[in-house]
């Protein structure tokens, strides 16, 4: 069960005047490429709960997210394509829809606003039986963050080939970090990007999917420009400048934050990698949220 181009996704080098030798090589990996919609990282966190619906008998899925998620666009899409009736239940009351929440709507997905308040007492299957009937129906929770998720993001390895040393990853719920540092042999350093305030305390939550890992696994949120979803034109001039020097489109939540971060961890008198690092940055797609700084971007 498939409908990424396996064939799309590839390793692109970075050029070497980015990092300027500071580490022996520097790649992304292009997972932004394997779907239009269904992008990045979210189709592999979607693709074995999925699968779950299929083994269950189930024809109708509910999801949750916010009126910016990624994730409801990606199962929007998914569930299109593979004839299940989807469900979101979103959070926050919104008068004008946001771009995100008419592509869903466009892709046949019924969305259910409930307030913040509310919204969190979304793993509460009681309260949700009381907002939309559940029986029979794959619940999957926010951001694709269970079991399922976690193992699908495994499955990204299968695109990493060998010889690096560090892999880079953005950090939403730490699902895909966790997949990856499950599924990458114990030497490969993984260093997460939080784009949000303070997000250094998912570290104890993705810890407790990772028994006895801890040891190279990073966070690091200093680059949230803000706060998650926030942006300033210095954020904006780099992705533009990324842009034309790599060809390579980030996205203005994650991967652009993520990125930024590498750049300030190649500077300084103490470089965060060793010389010898052959160093991987995953971009996780999430271009569809770029709609929210159309005009600022030269691409
Ligand atoms: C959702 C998302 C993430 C975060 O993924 P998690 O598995 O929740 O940590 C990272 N990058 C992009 C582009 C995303 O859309």
Redesign the pocket.
Known sequence: MDIIHEDAVVIQPLNNDWYQNKVAAMDMLRL?LIHPVI????WF?LKYNLQQAKVKGYDSIITFGGGFS??LVAAAAAAKEYGYKITAIVRGKYDVLTPTLKDCIELGMELIFVTKQEYANKENPEWLQTITDTKNKLVIPE???NEW?RLG?QDITRYILEGYTDVC???????????LRNALPASVNVT?FVPMKEGNYLLDEIMTHLPGKSKRVKLFDYWHFGGFGKWNSELIDFMNEFHKKHEIPL?I???SKMMYGVKELLSGERPYFNDGARVLCIH???LQ?NISVKGKLEY
């Open positions: 932004d992008s990045g990282n979210k966190k990624n994730h951001g694709g963050a998720g993001a990853v953005s950090v939403g719920s730490g699902t895909t970090l966790i997949g997460g996205d939540i994650y991967t996780t797609g999430g949220g």
